[in-house]
């Protein structure tokens, strides 16, 4: 009996050192630590992602390094931000006029602080919701040239955890990819946020640290109850400065949205094509030189204070407009004389009518 109890006393000890070491190696994992922080109701963990019935859903995404060069080709498992940030419920810190989330953005940090900003639209009005995802399990996509046509081009362990994924060696890859022909291969580490999406390169981050949920910073101010027509739109840099909107806006590219217009409130508002000025290269003028277009956010404002921020990641798509047009007729009364249009929203929640101000915001570190 004694010599039962011994072992059985041994076996504790040895599981609660292999947990122990376990726990070190978690700890270790870059990302394994990631929460939803900032403005909201509930910090959360990241690295419980609902695996219930409706779970993560299979997203292929290539992965930038941070100048932009090609890491990996990633198979994930992922789910929407959409849904976590759901779970951690935006609550707004400071009182800022503003009752709604339109003007609230998201910055994500990865491994060695790079960061990625999204605006809560991109996130919130896309139509499937799965516009950013993120995913806590991965494999690597490895072209196997030599193998038989049709067989598996993945790696033959299935999907892994941050965990597994932190000790996996794939060093005997490296015949086949460290050539000239091939570049080395790099395993994603961590929790991955990616927009699949986006234009190359996607703000895809592996490692990722924190969800940072945030507000704009600024106080609405101006008119209430109701728009009006604005015949002047402010433009402000990110340092305050403000530049004239006619030598601004003059030569600038036009285009044209024709969508389903529905609001998330009141519903069908009929089919109609909006045209005006594109907002990318609007902004592009209004940044300092160097400065890239997705490292900021931008804040649209209407005469009566509604707002929304569209982030510049986003602009890259180029379905944003300042429209000055509804199916070829100038805009008049309540829609003054500019209005925001977002041709890549499901809903037109984004839609500010009586554009007042445009200001770009650069996110502190």
């Given amino acids: 009996m004694r010599i039962v109890l011994m072992l059985v006393a041994a076996l504790a000890l040895a599981g609660g050192a292999v947990m122990s070491q376990a726990r070190e190696a978690l700890a270790a994992t870059p990302g394994s630590g990631a929460r939803i922080i900032g403005a909201v109701k509930t910090v959360t963990p990241v690295n419980q992602i609902n ?22 080709s990633v198979e994930l498992q992922a789910a929407s931000l959409k849904s976590l940030i759901e779970r951690a419920v935006i609550e707004k810190k400071e009182d800022d006029g503003f009752n709604r989330p339109l003007d609230t953005y998201v910055v994500v940090t990865g491994r060695d602080g790079a960061q990625a900003v999204f605006s809560w639209g991109e996130i919130f009005l896309a139509g499937d919701g799965m516009r950013v995802v993120v995913a806590d399990r991965a494999r690597l996509l490895m072209p196997h040239h030599h193998k038989p046509v049709g067989m598996d081009v993945y790696d033959t362990v299935a999907w892994m ?19 000239a022909e091939h570049r080395r291969l790099v395993m994603p580490q961590g929790i991955i946020v990616a927009a699949p999406s986006d234009p190359w390169p996607p703000r895809t981050l592996d490692g990722v640290e924190s969800i940072e949920v945030r507000q704009i910073g ?5 008119a209430k109850g109701g728009a009006t027509r604005s015949e002047k739109v402010t433009l402000r840099t990110a340092d305050g400065v403000e530049r004239p909107f006619a030598a601004t806006v003059a030569g600038l590219p036009r285009g044209e949205v024709r969508d389903a217009v529905v609001g998330m409130s009141r519903g069908f508002k009929g089919v109609h094509a909006a045209s005006g000025v594109r907002l990318r290269p609007l902004v592009e003028k209004l940044l300092a030189r160097g400065t890239p277009l997705r490292s900021v956010v931008v804040l649209v404002t209407g005469s009566d204070g509604y707002r929304a921020v569209v982030s510049g990641g986003e602009l890259e798509r180029d379905e944003a407009l300042l429209a000055d047009r509804e199916d070829g007729t100038p805009l008049a009364g309540a829609d003054g004389r500019y209005r ?9 929640d984004r839609s500010i009518r009586a554009v007042r101000e445009i200001r770009v915001i650069q996110p502190q570190q």
């Fill in 161 to 179: 955890t941050p965990g597994e994924r932190a000790t996996r060696s794939i060093e005997s890859c490296a015949t086949c990819h460290d050539g």
């Fill in 340 to 348: 925001l249009v977002l041709g890549g929203d499901a809903f037109i």
């Fill in 51 to 72: 695996r219930g019935a409706v779970g993560p859903v299979p997203v292929f995404v290539k992965l930038p390094d941070t100048s932009g060069g090609f890491k990996a």
């Fill in 218 to 222: 600024v106080k609405v101010e101006g």
